[in-house]
């Protein structure tokens, strides 16, 4: 009798837990997964997809050598193959797409956190333990021990059919079970788990439930949660408790003004228009901050000040000028902007409010100078802004009863940017960081000041949360909701002037001032570009530019064609490493087009080996020195794809919502399917679903969430949706999700379009936090 199928099934599955474990191990457990219940339900789900995966390769190796069963034989050479393939193909697999950030699919995906474990570690402990496995199971033989002696020797044609038959039984009937609980395992962290099962029963009966939503930048689990179970956040930690928490995914590139845009609206930035944290306006060649009236959909405050609701928002971004609603609206309350505030017989007392902090300081002193104010004044720059967000937040409590408040804080997300390195500081120490800005050095005097400034900036943030809550009344249900997280970033922002490069390489023209002349010029740059980020050209053509004069079709290809040789000829002297890792002209079916309507030409990735203060750059026939090209910044903290939420309410359950595998194996996967297409997709996506390795929440789903809390249908050209696993059985019952076609009907009020330029104190702002050069 021969168990080779179950003989494969479970070493390769045994080999995948092995995987699994290691990569757990250099992840580490989620931060606010705790309790025993929810600890042992997220090992299982974790491990089952590794365990199922390999179990699914020992199956497929054994019916491969079934197949081949006549020709080879069944002695120990067939064994040893049957055992072996599996694991050398998952091992294969996980190496080259999901082991460690340097794959070439994972390299575009944010890197994995660092675990007590360096990533050469990892290889060599998931070889020695899985090809261990190999050795135990073939030299103990596991088919004894499961009932049943492993035969050898060759098995002929004439008896072998009915015992081959029997064995391929045996190891489907092995995968089979071992897929239903694996799956059955996956399944049970759907849902919330470790709340405290009261529901809806802790709601007190009230008509017409105000809704906060409190929008803190950049917040993670990371930082939060040792500050929630030190008591340190206590409003923070009472909305947890009452409610349903967990991760929320970014959806694109993590730049807050699209991000906030994207909540507010649950459509992504292609439909919206706002791709970042600074635009180039069709007919304009000049990248300036995104305004409202930039935004092609309506947000969440436009649908509902037209359902008859009333709305009263503070310094949401991507709110100036503000439009008219259906109550009230105040816009950059860092700045001082005009009519920033709507209605207008408002804004002088919310000036008024926030005029104390801002006349002690000189013109020079109000907003953040980098390389020319020192920590502590940017540091009282932060927290005079929460400061005088949370009063004029509080103040709007009072001005009248409104249904929904919406608030964002940005100074959660500005301090990790610019003060992560004394935190830290031992991962900041050394080579390029010692030559940025010598007043932010890493002197014991800086680390003392600030190494727990951070957590008094989300401490201060957790106050404006209690008293927004105490002075709304009325039992409000509450959406606390981050866009992204954050962590240390390992060298400086670099930036690239493109400008300037351009210029040099002859594709770029300017007038004796200075200036740009895009009159003249055959390509201009749509993003600011770092040496880590992707940026992009586009073409000055005729027809679609307001000053274009490149005629499409085999012109416009001809130059294309030059410029793409003249920058990858741009290299490093002294290492001959390319300036940029990718220059790549855009296809019709690449996403040019679907962020900037076809403007997109060019793409550019900067290499980061090529960078060194001492380096030369060779451009064209001529060599500059790096910082005649480059401008590097000490920002420390960097966006990550994870942002924290929590939702109570009469609607929601309570506990956790343990998150999917946030491994790189689990990202690489979602990337694939998402470029997948068809059934493909559907097909990697109910797998992924299978083993809850999609994730479930995102910032698109913010606004459907919302208008199911207001009892409003979801637009179904809205790229988010309801979450429903947080929403209570009973309420979802008698309460189902409703749609309507859209709302884009819905007509924005606003003023003619201002000038677009930046103020100075804006500019600076973007500067300091590493947005623009």
């Known amino acids: 009798m021969n168990w080779g199928f179950m003989r494969s099934v479970f070493v390769a599955s045994l080999c995948g837990l092995a995987v699994g474990v290691f990569e757990l191990c250099n992840q580490g457990m989620p931060p606010f997964v705790q309790g025993f219940l929810p600890v042992l339900l997220y090992l299982f789900q974790f491990l089952s997809f590794y365990a199922a995966a390999g179990a699914g390769l020992g199956f497929a190796s054994g019916l491969l050598m079934w197949l081949l069963f006549g020709l080879v034989g069944s002695g120990r050479l067939v064994r040893l193959l049957r055992d072996t393939l599996p694991v050398l193909v998952l091992l294969a697999a996980y190496f080259r797409f999901g082991g ?33 496995v190999v ?136 439909k919206h228009s706002i791709i970042g944290n600074v635009i180039v306006p069709d007919g304009s060649y000049i990248a300036v901050p995104p305004r409202s009236y930039h935004r092609k959909v309506p947000a ?73 104010k020192t920590p502590p004044e940017v540091a009282r720059d932060f927290e005079d802004d929460l400061i005088v967000e949370g009063n004029v937040f509080n103040y709007l409590t009072e001005v009248d009863r409104f249904d929904l408040y919406a608030y964002y804080s940005h100074a959660t997300d500005a301090v990790q940017h610019i003060f992560w390195k004394f935190r830290e500081p031992e991962k900041f120490r050394g080579g390029v960081w010692d030559e940025t800005e010598p007043e932010w050095d890493l002197t014991e005097e800086n680390i003392r000041a600030f190494h727990s400034f951070i957590d008094d900036i989300h401490i201060m943030a957790d106050s404006v949360l209690g008293e927004v809550i105490d002075n709304i009344g009325g039992d409000p249900s509450i959406v606390i909701v981050s866009d992204h997280g954050q962590q240390p970033v390992n060298q400086p922002l670099v930036f690239v002037d493109l400008h300037v490069l ?166 690489v996967l979602r990337a694939m399917a998402r470029g997948a297409g068809g059934r493909v997709k559907q097909f990697m996506n109910r797998g992924l679903l299978s083993f809850n390795l999609l994730e479930e929440v995102t910032i698109l789903d913010l606004t459907p969430t919302l208008l199911y809390m207001f009892d409003l249908p979801v637009g179904r050209d809205m790229d988010g949706h309801v979450p429903v696993r947080l929403i209570e059985c009973d309420v979802l019952r008698e309460r189902g999700v409703d749609y309507v076609d859209s709302y884009d009907h819905l007509q924005i009020e606003l003023d003619e379009p201002r000038d677009d330029t930046m103020s100075e104190e804006e500019m600076e702002q973007l500067r300091a936090l590493g947005y623009i050069k």
């Open 100 to 132: 460690g950030h340097h794959s070439k699919i994972s390299v575009w995906l944010d890197p994995p956190l660092a675990g007590f474990l360096p990533e050469t570690g990892v290889y060599a402990l998931v070889l020695i333990f899985a090809f261990a």
């Open 135 to 270: 050795l135990i199971g073939y030299f103990a033989g596991i088919g004894p021990v499961m009932g049943g002696p492993v035969t050898s020797g060759p098995v002929t044609p004439g008896t072998a059919g009915g015992g081959r038959m029997r064995d391929l039984a045996r190891g489907f009937s092995t995968l089979v079970v071992l897929a239903a609980l694996f799956l059955g395992l996956s399944a049970a962290v759907r849902t919330p788990v470790g709340g405290s099962d009261t529901g809806a029963s802790e709601w007190a009966a009230a008509e017409n439930r105000p809704v906060l939503v409190f929008g803190i930048d950049g917040v993670h689990w990371d930082m939060v949660m040792p500050l929630i179970e030190s008591g340190a956040m206590p409003n923070f930690k009472k909305v947890m408790e009452r409610g349903v928490y967990g991760n929320i995914r970014t959806v694109g590139a993590a730049l807050s003004s699209a991000l906030w845009t994207d909540m507010a609206t649950g459509k992504d930035r292609s």
């Open 300 to 372: 969440i405050w436009n649908i509902l000040s037209d359902a008859d609701r009333k709305v009263a928002v503070a310094n949401w971004r991507v709110t100036y000028p503000p439009e008219e609603v259906n109550g009230v609206i105040a816009s950059m309350l860092a700045f001082e902007e005009p009519g920033k505030v709507y209605p207008e017989s408002l804004e002088a007392e919310i000036l008024k409010i926030g005029k104390p902090l801002r006349t002690l300081k000189t013109p020079d002193e109000r907003r953040m100078r980098s390389g020319s």
């Open 502 to 667: 351009l210029g040099i390489l002859g594709l770029m023209s300017f007038d004796q001032d200075g200036n740009a002349d895009f009159a003249a010029s055959q390509v201009f740059p749509l993003f600011p570009m770092t040496m880590k980020n992707t940026s992009g050209l586009g073409l000055n053509l005729k027809g679609k530019e307001s000053m274009g004069w490149i005629e499409p079709g085999p012109e416009s290809d001809r130059i294309i064609e030059e410029a793409i040789r003249k920058l990858k000829s741009v290299r490093v002297v002294e290492t001959g490493e390319p300036f940029f890792n990718v220059v790549r002209q855009l296809r019709e079916n690449d996403f040019r087009g679907h962020y900037l309507k076809g403007r997109l030409e060019i793409m550019l990735k900067g290499n980061p080996q090529a960078y060194g203060a001492d380096l030369h750059v060779e451009v064209g026939d001529s060599v500059f020195t790096m910082d005649q090209i480059t401008e590097m910044r000490g920002i420390s903290g960097k966006h990550t794809n994870m942002g924290v939420f929590v939702v109570s309410g009469p609607e929601f359950t309570t506990g956790a919502l343990l998150p999917s595998s946030n491994s790189m194996t689990a990202r």
